[in-house]
């Protein structure tokens, strides 16, 4: 009986484990299910976390783009009223000197030589040399300055000279090529020649031309590489005036053809008084009722024409841009500024009333000035400045960077800051 007890105890002990360690584990469920809610909300939470942090960052983006796209606006329709002058260089006899844009630099030139300014006026190189009626022709940092109705032509770069020319016969136009080759129009008394010259003299090309064949050529134009050469020729065909625009092409493709000549344009009853190198593979040619623009590296074709009704006061250009300045039906604004991308397309057209002398693009501004007055849009149209310059009669004005210009006066170079 005693044996008996013991066995029930210890039975009865063993069935009181077994159900504590079944207790055990349904805690053990439960906890993983809890930890299982936890995570689902932690997840849930750090979802809503990152979305709130997204918009938030989106919201801060286009604050901040908004913000920059009205102060872009505000800068580029902000017009100045006044300047002050940063620095002065007396320059001698600005009389019979001239100047151009070369690159950063200033390109000045006498008929005694030539000499490379800094934007402090400093000659950075001299480069003497004697010509009666010097000019010169620029390609982003390399000239060529050449004798009009001489026959000598020089070739710089912002290093120095880069080589020399001396013709046989008269020069009338000269055009540089960034590495410093340069085709130039020739006289010979009724006849003509286009000549193409290396930087160290040495001919590379030359062509005859002739008032009926293929008529006088009015303008040349050298494609940046050099490989190309733009003429435009006028000639009369039955009592009716012609242009012709023809392209040489020195490269492999104009080897097969004759005369190098690999594309020509024919336009009858206009005058082509002008032709340019844009960037590479880009040419324009300014006719009296319009503009051509002609695109490809080796065949040039035409890839868009603007024909205008209004008389054609004036031409300006950059690699990008071309513009036109015609008369105004305006009686406050005399003028009117047009200008167009090189595709064809008006950018803006804005009236304008200053009695300019010299228009151009100088980096990213246009500028008109006359003798006391300097007038400044940007490329959008927008008018920058209009308003007398009391430093002295201005010969010539240049865009640096920013708001500051260098105006070429009596005295020499004045670099200024509008304001």
């Not at 305006?330 to 397309?345: A, C, F, S």
Request: net charge neutral.
């Amino acid at each position: 009986m005693g044996v008996l007890k013991k066995r029930i105890k210890k039975l009865f002990r063993f069935k009181k484990g077994g159900a504590s360690a079944g207790e055990t584990t349904a805690q053990e469920r439960a906890s993983a299910s809890t930890q299982d809610g936890d995570k689902a909300a932690y997840k849930r939470r750090l979802m809503r976390y990152r979305k709130r942090l997204l918009i938030r960052v989106v919201v801060i983006a286009v604050v901040v783009a908004a913000a920059a796209l009205i102060i872009k606006t505000v800068a580029e329709r902000w017009k100045y009223h006044d300047y002050k002058v940063l620095s002065s260089s007396t320059q001698e006899d600005t009389m019979s000197t001239s100047y151009a844009q070369m690159g950063d630099y200033l390109l000045k030139f006498t008929g005694d030589g030539a000499a490379l300014l800094g934007e402090n006026g400093k000659s950075i190189w001299n480069q003497s040399f004697d010509m009666s009626n010097p000019a010169a022709d620029v390609c982003g940092s390399t000239a060529v300055v050449y004798d009009e109705q001489g026959t000598n032509m020089v070739m710089v770069n912002e290093s120095g000279k880069l080589g020399e020319v001396s013709t046989d016969m008269p020069v009338l136009k000269a055009r540089v090529a960034s590495q410093g080759v340069v085709a130039a129009i020739l006289e010979d008394g009724e006849n003509t020649w286009i000549n193409f010259y290396s930087t160290t003299g040495e001919q590379i090309a030359t062509g005859k031309t002739r008032v009926d064949s293929p008529g006088y050529p009015v303008d040349l134009a050298v494609s940046p590489d050099g490989l190309l050469i733009m003429v435009s020729y006028l000639y009369i065909e039955d009592n009716r005036t012609t242009s012709y625009v023809a392209f040489y092409n020195f490269d492999n493709t104009g080897q097969s053809q004759m005369d190098n000549m690999v594309s020509g344009y024919t336009y009858e009853g206009t005058v082509t008084p002008q032709v340019q190198y844009l960037a590479e593979g880009k040419s324009v040619a300014f006719r009296d009722n319009g503009f051509v623009i002609y695109t490809g590296k080796q065949i040039p074709k035409v890839s868009c024409e603007v024909e205008v009704e209004q008389e054609i006061v004036s031409t300006f250009y950059n690699d990008r841009y071309v513009g036109m300045v015609f008369q105004s039906s305006d009686e406050d604004k005399k003028y009117t500024l047009v200008m167009y991308n090189t595709n064809g397309k008006k950018v803006f057209e804005e009236n304008f009333s200053i009695e300019y002398s010299t228009v151009k693009i100088s980096g990213d501004r246009i500028i008109m000035n006359n003798e006391t007055q300097m007038c400044v849009f940007s490329l959008k149209g927008h008018e920058k400045f209009n308003g007398n310059l009391n430093e002295g009669r201005i010969h010539d004005v240049f865009k640096l960077d920013g708001n500051r210009y260098q105006v070429i006066v009596d005295s020499g170079i004045k670099t200024i800051k509008l304001s």
